[in-house]
């Protein structure tokens, strides 16, 4: 992989979600580093580089997503990394909830392939969202 590879950590217990999107998003050129549960995520981020992108279920077996997601927003480190929640979840105020908590983006499952691959260029290129 060349220093301009994106890196891109999915966080979800799907196994077959996992590589769905890791299929998708090495096609354009990205590296995807997957975990199935959230402990896996945090071992993830503790082993450098760090990815450029999160993608982040948030019903995961171990621990919420939304736990996850907060506690990487109370660390500085993390504070330019985008992250991306993909859920099952369409209840208005559980996105508002993730949003508000620090995700950049809120994608609901099932998602059409070619949307999410956009979402995750485009978050790249303009970075976190402004609160």
Do not use: C, H, W
Not at 50 to 77: H, I, T
Not at 104 to 119: C, E, F, Q
């Amino acid at each position: 992989m060349t220093g301009d590879t994106q890196r891109i950590l999915v966080i979800d217990d799907d196994p077959e979600l996992r590589q769905l999107v890791r299929i998708m998003l090495t096609r354009v050129g990205m590296e995807v580093i997957d975990a199935e549960s959230v402990a896996k995520g945090v071992r993830a981020l503790a082993t450098p580089p760090l990815p450029d992108l999160v993608l982040l279920d948030l019903m995961l077996p171990d621990q919420s997503g939304m736990d996850f997601l907060k506690q990487v927003r109370a660390r500085a480190a993390f504070n330019a990394m985008p992250i991306i929640v993909l859920s099952a979840l369409v209840d208005t105020n559980q996105i508002r909830d993730a949003l508000s908590a620090g995700a950049d983006r809120y994608l609901t499952k099932p998602y059409i392939a070619n949307n999410l691959v956009s979402y995750v260029q485009e978050t790249l290129r303009t970075g976190r969202r402004k609160a």
